[in-house]
């Protein structure tokens, strides 16, 4: 591993700290911590952490010396000194005389002793980097030093590789009673340069900085050179169909299967995040891959991420992908009946009381595709696949030393269903679309954007489809919520296609689709152009059937309903003079939006329509409405507000509606008038 320290990078931090008060030792400690967190052999999404002893002054003046360890929710690789909170070191050693101290007594202990009370929870391990006298303390869980650890016969090969120097430490659940039996191995063998903890990780620590960080990769070097000069190839290559399906042709299925059902067709659905290499294909198409997807997990935290290990599916076949749903649908419920015996049996050695979490997989491998990541954001799947890469370098290595045997279920069960974490679960609330996928035609414009604000706000994941990709592209960007846009000329159904299939590969499905796109055209009807009326039907009628196809497509591979949504407009019941171009395929919409709802119902997909009037968009400009105001002797505040409430309605508006319908899970086939009352407008 190459060791990136560099004197002038360390110095300017130094600097740029010191302007902003922060001392030389936490600059440090933030210099070195970046560089070991931005490598994802050494540390994933928020694992690890490290320490610094030093002192600070507290509000009044008065000096204390304190250990500045990692915050919870902090990652390594982007951290400020903020994400390393000050804690009164001397209450903390006098802990070590205890005999017994539960979690929760030791967070209590560790947030009583914060120089600031604002900062965030410190690491479960700081009592560990407490009771290791060093300045600097480093903690990794690095993947090569984990192909040693996670060995059969560990303790002895550890040994072996990492020689005298490293003190040995057996498996402890963190916290206190870790930190206790890592001390008391220090304290045998004082002259250390760091510890190795079974099925665990690796600590490093120094006088300085730069030594405690030069330790690190001396060792996490050693584990890797040792693998590199004594592995062997552990795996003999699976016979994969001639005609393998691609991700795509099982992405939606699989999204489907992994959904938790609610009951009564109310589904909490994740996002998937699909990942390939040539090191993932070698793993996945072993055969040996179920055995070692059924050993566990290579660091007891990743059972946090991805549970107990991944699921594996077979390889699938293009010629028979109906049969192949068949058989994930399999594979899933063996996975959540193996993971609700997990639960009962380890459940029962306590009276602990505890929820079980939901038993769906956070990891697919899929033989001759690669892996899929769930999880509830598009980010907790990418975390998912990020684990997935790491696991299986970890796992490989292991396995071509000896036998990959990481820690035993029990013992996972102890951490995923660590009082701790289920404190931090259970303060995580989803919002209404988290883990769902909602797709917004003509999303550049006014009500476009405005809907794909509102669902992204919501926690939907928007993919924003407009002609002008460049605007679709920015209107994703402003809306966040890692949403993207696509240019998709909805008039053009090869068009339409690919940008479905392209929200298929970014998010696995869609599952709401506002069909919004449209232009309107004027011309009086005895004298109207063929190809104007042809031309906005192509855009104001086929586009939605196009979509809609697209969309019923998609969601009855997933089989967990959806939401096709329209913007009918106003003219669809109460037509204008010259605007028979555009209130009839308008008309025909709404229909279309009708017909959906009758002959999809069974699928639990629901359509509704929208009747929106007098909304400043591409379709009413300024120059329109002015003209509009003229022609009737109104001003155009007046003309704008001219309904029963008096007021302008705006594409935040007819958004919210939107919304409304998508949450409206026992209401299909309705139409839903936002014009501020228009008496000629109501649905009869």
């Known amino acids: 591993m190459k060791n990136l320290w560099n004197d002038a990078d360390a110095e300017t931090m130094v600097a740029a700290y010191a302007a902003k008060g922060i001392n030389r030792d936490l600059a440090l400690r933030t210099y070195t911590t970046r560089l070991l967190g931005g490598d994802p052999r050494l ?114 090969v550890s040994a072996k590789v990492f020689g005298p120097k490293m003190g040995l430490v057996p498996y402890v659940m963190p916290g206190f009673d870790l930190a206790k039996l890592a001390s008391e191995v220090f304290d045998r063998e004082p002259t250390v340069d760091g510890l190795i903890l079974d099925k665990h990780g690796i600590f490093t620590f120094g006088a300085t900085a730069r030594q405690a960080y030069d330790r690190m990769i001396h060792y996490v070097t050693l584990a890797e050179d040792y693998v590199a000069n004594n592995g062997r190839n552990p795996f003999t290559p699976a016979t994969l169909p001639a005609n393998l399906a691609k991700p795509n042709d099982i992405a939606t299925m699989l999204r489907g299967a992994v959904a938790v059902s609610k009951g009564e067709g109310r589904y909490d659905r994740m996002i998937a995040e699909f990942r390939t290499s040539p090191a993932i294909l070698d793993f996945v198409n072993a055969m040996q891959v179920d055995d070692m997807a059924s050993r566990g997990v290579s660091t007891p935290d990743l059972s946090l991420r991805i549970k107990t290990g991944p699921m594996v599916l077979p390889a699938p076949d293009a010629n028979n992908l109906d049969g192949y749903k068949a058989v994930i649908a399999e594979r899933v419920a063996k996975f959540v009946e193996n993971y609700t015996t997990y639960f009962t049996q380890n459940n029962a050695r306590d009276d602990v009381k505890r929820v079980m979490l939901d038993p769906m997989p956070r990891l697919t491998l899929v033989p001759g595709l690669g892996m899929f990541g769930h999880g509830l954001t598009l980010k907790d799947a990418r975390i998912a696949a990020d684990v997935g890469e790491m696991w299986i370098e970890a796992a490989r290595d292991a396995e071509s030393i000896g036998r990959f045997q990481p820690v035993s279920k029990p013992d996972l069960f102890d951490l995923e269903y660590w009082s701790l974490e289920q404190a931090k679960l259970a303060g995580a609330k989803a919002k209404p679309f988290t883990g769902q996928v909602a797709v917004v035609t003509g999303g550049a414009g006014a009500i476009g954007a405005a809907t794909a604000r509102a669902f992204a706000r919501d926690g939907a994941h928007v993919v924003v489809l407009d002609l002008d990709g460049d605007r679709a592209v920015a209107v994703a960007k402003s809306i966040g919520n890692q949403s993207v846009g696509i240019a998709c000329d909805v008039t053009n159904p090869a068009s339409v296609r690919a940008a479905f299939d392209a929200a298929v590969t970014t998010y696995g499905g869609v599952d709401i689709v506002v069909s919004n796109a449209g232009a309107a055209w004027e011309s009086p009807i005895a004298t109207m152009n063929d190809a104007l009326l042809r031309r906005s039907f192509e855009l104001n009628f086929f586009s939605h059937q196009s979509v809609a196809q697209n969309a019923v497509r998609i969601m009855k591979e997933q089989a967990t309903g959806g939401v096709l949504l329209f913007n009918a407009s106003k003219q669809a019941v109460n037509p204008g003079a010259n605007f028979g171009a555009y209130g009839l395929p308008k008309a025909a919409a709404l229909f279309l939006s009708r017909q959906y709802a009758l002959e999809h119902g069974k699928d639990g997909i629901r359509s509704n329509a929208v009747n929106a009037d007098r909304i400043r968009s591409g379709l009413l400009n300024d120059e329109m409405i002015a003209n509009r105001s003229a022609a009737r002797g109104l001003s155009v505040k007046d003309y704008m507000g001219g309904n029963l409430l008096g007021l302008e309605v705006t594409a935040d508006d007819v958004a919210q509606a939107f919304v409304h319908q998508a949450l409206a899970e026992r209401t299909t086939a309705d139409v839903t008038t936002v014009d501020g009352g228009n008496i000629a407008a109501a649905m009869r």
Do not use: Y
């Open 43 to 156: 540390v994933l999404h928020g694992g690890g952490n490290t320490s610094v002893k030093t002192t600070v002054r507290d509000l009044v003046g008065e000096e204390w010396d304190v250990l500045c360890v990692k915050g919870s929710g902090w990652d390594m690789g982007t951290i400020e000194p903020a994400g390393l909170p000050a804690v009164k070191i001397a209450p903390l050693l006098k802990a070590r005389k205890l005999t017994k101290l539960s979690d929760e007594d030791m967070v209590t202990l560790q947030r009583a002793n914060l120089i600031d009370p604002a900062s965030p929870n410190p690491s479960v391990e700081a009592l560990l980097h407490a009771f290791i006298p060093h300045k600097f303390v480093d903690h990794t869980h690095s993947t090569g030093v984990l192909a040693i650890a996670d060995l059969e016969g560990s303790m002895e």
